[in-house]
């Protein structure tokens, strides 16, 4: 066996810095080592300011690949937080035409017609990243959530989360999830957030120091002090979507599910979201997977991005990419001293305004165009650009299929 | 199992604090298991007192004794379970409860206790009241108080895991009032609810011990009454024991295929 065994150190601790241990490097909670690196990782873990903290489950047997949570411990083949094989979900649904006649012929005789909200869908996420999940409504995102997280039984294909099948809804696997939907309440409606944390604690049996330590960090991450207080109903809407992220991140879950965290929120309040789960990822090193309409949480917080329309895979890749794959054009935009030229004869004007000019041109051409105009034009200022996210994710939506 | 307690306790506090929000509500919810009690009472005290005193061996004071008991044993064993999944189901509030790496049945079980631990004082107030009004024939022997604990904790058990059970209908079917309300009136006449069992005629009295709703009211009032001896006291407990077991299996196996359905079918 070419690494020996592999060990657990430290789960639970927070790494604040990656840390270069032997031949390891340590960049979240669960640590895998050799057996002949592990004592010189133990001492080094001791000598380290971390050495406060508790180190859980020394010298715990593992199987060899499996479970490491860390990306790229020495160098080992990492297995994927998230694996998805032509997952498939069908829902059977009755119909019926509106009116009494209809009502009394639903009676007899029932038509069931098939529902094909996810088809065949495959990618992998790998430990501690951060994807995007994208695609219009009714395209099949929060039934793949609900697969993922143990809700929702799949009618095809495999699917595994921290190696285990998601919907056995196995306890050790629930603790090491969380998914958060929008404004459905983890919270406890009538009695202050605080309370609520505190029966979080007791569901997910979190140790008391441990709940302690994770509660101040989110109180301060996400400013919560003044909110603890007060009875949830009395919140406004942004106040209790981060009572409700605290909430589901109590028990430091490996992978986190979060269908629109910032639905509804304004911006302020959105960009506070956005900064606290890039910061609990680069803190746990959880694995990520988020829906949004806003493309502001998308191109802020992931890389890579997953777009799925009608139950199937349009896209897997990075955010880049995508805007490169779907579209055709370049939006030029041109300062001019006013607006009295007709320049349609270059590309497609979009707008003009005190001589600030849009136009967009195919892609293939924006080299030409820009050397014309700038030939023929008292140009002032020029600058090419991609369309907007928003326009190249609309235009994806707008697609059929690939 | 110190998880578990610890739960017990976390649901508890919070139980009761959202309870003590909700005071007119669980007030309205208690003059309702108040006035049923009463009504059979009064009903159930002037027939006696029309035909000749006494029947089936209760006379006036027997039937206020009977039913000041049941009214308290009602309230400590009463659920709302059926009503609770059936919002559940439908708002979709559910999901986040099947997500917890707990079953369910533990923060059921926990809020009741709370709603009772909140309305205990009103109760306690309201059978003092009545006992005053009604004159109740009371004697409670030190055995029979004893005997009484265990059979109340029972009937508990026994009664919140059969209507959990029934409540879980609501994952199969949007029509859960029709399968409620066949329930409740099988409580209604076999429980010792409308009448005390040696009341009723001897067909209804067989159903009643055969069928689980007798062991969850009707017995623990009885023994407290010193209406049963010994033998039927063991008896009592035997079928307490059995419908314990059997309404837990029931429930395990209950439970699973729901839930089974309910990922099947779009959580």
Same mark, same amino acid.
């Given at each position: 066996m070419p690494f020996g065994h592999d060990f657990e150190l430290g789960a639970r601790n927070i790494l604040q810095e990656p840390l270069q241990l032997g031949r390891g490097i340590v960049n979240c909670h669960t640590v895998a080592f050799r057996d002949d690196d592990l004592v010189a990782a133990v001492s080094a873990l001791r000598d380290?300011?971390?050495?406060?903290r508790r180190m859980e489950g020394q010298g715990q047997k593992r199987q060899?690949?499996?479970?490491?949570?860390?990306?790229?411990i020495l160098g080992m083949d990492e297995t994927p937080a998230i694996r998805l094989r032509n997952l498939g979900k069908i829902y059977r649904v009755t119909e019926r035409e509106p009116g009494i006649r209809a009502a009394l012929a639903s009676l007899v005789h029932r038509r069931k017609s098939e529902v094909r909200?996810?088809?065949g869908i495959s990618f992998d996420l790998a430990p501690g990243e951060i994807v995007g999940f994208l695609g219009p409504n009714g395209a099949g995102k929060t039934t793949t959530l609900k697969m993922l997280s143990g809700l929702l039984h799949p009618t095809s294909g495999d699917l595994s989360v921290l190696s285990y099948v998601?919907?056995?809804?196995d306890k050790a696997f629930l603790r090491q999830i969380t998914l958060v939907m929008g404004?459905? @309440?983890?919270?406890?409606?009538?009695?202050p957030a605080a309370d609520s944390f505190e029966l979080n604690r007791a569901i997910y049996r979190i140790p008391a120091a441990d709940y302690k330590r994770t509660l101040e960090e989110l109180v301060a991450l996400l400013d919560l002090q003044p909110l603890l207080?007060?009875?949830?109903? @009395?919140?406004s809407l942004g106040e209790r979507m981060k009572c409700e992220i605290a909430a589901a991140l109590l028990h430091r879950p490996q992978v986190v599910f979060l269908d629109e965290?910032?639905?509804?929120?304004d911006v302020t309040m959105q960009r506070r979201i956005r900064a606290f789960i890039a910061e609990y990822n680069r803190r746990t090193g959880a694995t990520v997977l988020l829906t949004s309409h806003y493309m502001a949480d998308v191109e802020a917080l992931c890389r890579r991005v997953v777009v799925i329309h009608h139950g199937k895979l349009l896209f897997d890749g990075e955010l880049a990419d995508l805007v490169k794959r779907f579209t055709a054009h370049k939006t030029i935009v041109v300062q001019l001293k006013?607006?009295?030229?007709?320049?349609?004869a270059y590309g497609e004007v979009v707008s003009c305004e005190d001589g600030r000019l849009t136009l967009r041109v195919p892609k293939t051409e924006t080299a030409r165009v820009t050397e014309r105009l700038l030939a023929d034009l008292p140009v002032i200022d020029l600058t090419v650009a991609d369309p907007p996210i928003e326009e190249v994710i609309e235009q994806v939506f707008a697609q059929e299929s690939l | 199992m110190r998880g578990l307690v610890d739960l017990y306790v976390q649901q508890l506090k919070t139980g009761v604090a959202s309870m003590l929000q909700y005071r007119a509500t669980l007030f309205i919810w208690l003059i309702g298991n108040i006035l049923e009690p009463l009504i059979y009472l009064v009903v159930w005290s002037t027939v006696s007192g029309s035909s000749g005193g006494s029947i089936g061996g209760y006379a006036a004071k027997d039937f206020a004794a009977y039913y000041i008991v049941l009214m308290l044993v009602n309230q400590a064993t009463f659920t709302w379970v059926m009503y609770e999944f059936d919002y559940r189901i439908r708002e979709g509030t559910f999901s986040a409860i099947l997500?917890?790496?707990?079953?369910p049945i533990h923060a059921d079980i926990a809020e009741n206790l709370s709603s009772k631990v909140v309305s205990l004082p009103i109760m306690v107030a309201a059978a003092a009241g009545l006992s005053v009004i009604f004159h109740p024939a009371l004697k409670i022997t030190l055995w029979m108080a004893a005997a009484f604990v265990p059979a109340l904790v029972l009937a508990f058990l026994v009664r919140f895991l059969v209507e959990w059970t029934i409540a879980l209908a609501a994952f199969w079917t949007t029509r859960v009032t029709a399968i409620n309300q066949i329930h409740f009136m099988a409580v209604l006449f076999?429980?010792?609810?409308?009448?005390?069992?040696?009341?009723?005629?001897y067909p209804l009295r067989v159903v009643a011990t055969i069928l689980p709703f007798r062991w969850t009211i009707g017995f623990p009032v009885e023994l407290l009454l010193g209406r049963l001896s010994p033998g039927q006291v063991l008896t009592g407990f035997a079928a307490q024991a059995a419908w314990l077991i059997v309404a837990m299996a029931i429930l395990k196996f209950a439970w699973r295929a729901s839930v089974k359905n309910y990922s099947a079918v779009g959580a």
């Open positions: 380290n300011e971390l050495g406060r060899h690949g499996r479970d490491s949570n860390c990306a790229n909200a996810v088809d998601p919907w056995k809804r404004q459905r @309440n983890q919270l406890v409606w009538d009695i207080g007060k009875p949830v109903r @009395n919140l965290p910032t639905i509804g929120l006013d607006c009295a030229a007709d320049l349609r | 997500l917890h790496p707990v079953h076999f429980s010792g609810q409308i009448a005390p069992l040696a009341v009723l005629p």
